[in-house]
């Protein structure tokens, strides 16, 4: 196993969010520096049902729609129950509890420093990106997806 380059933290909560709730954290983690990369995890909500007998109908889910992170608009497409976050250090993580206690005031969370991405090229990686996949998406592919990651940039 390697040894990641870069800390990364978890932030778990006692329930999944709602978009609002993710709008606001989003907006609190991205201010802080030494944030290289984020990644909300959670049980995916597809746009169109996906089986059944109301395959291919629109899925009217209230979780799902259109949230702003910075100046930049996007679509949450699962439930958000985990954050994982790469930092640029260890420094980093109590600005990160710091952001999560002015959003987090009506029920529990915790941050979690551990090892949460990949660092290297999967294969799924590989299959959906090539062999010159940009580094900064790396472990960040979801095999369902017909889409790539959401990259937001340029948010401080």
Do not use: W
Not at 136 to 156: A, E, N, R
């Amino acid at each position: 196993m390697t040894e990641a380059k870069f800390p990364q933290a978890r932030i778990v909560t006692e329930r999944l969010l709602n978009p609002e709730t993710v709008e606001r954290l989003l907006n609190r983690i991205v201010t802080v520096e030494g944030v290289r990369r984020i990644i909300l995890n959670g049980p995916r909500l597809p746009s169109t049902i996906p089986y059944g007998p109301a395959r291919n109908v629109t899925n009217p889910h209230s979780m799902r729609g259109m949230i702003k992170v910075g100046d930049q608009d996007m679509e949450l497409a699962v439930h958000v129950g985990t954050i994982l976050l790469e930092l640029e250090s260890r420094d980093v993580i109590p600005l990160l509890k710091a952001a999560c206690d002015t959003v987090f005031t009506e029920f529990t969370y915790r941050v979690q420093e551990g090892r949460y991405m990949k660092t290297e090229p999967s294969l799924t990686d590989y299959a959906k990106y090539g062999p010159d996949a940009d580094k900064s998406i790396i472990g960040m592919t979801d095999p369902k997806s017909k889409t790539g990651p959401v990259i937001l940039q340029g948010i401080k």
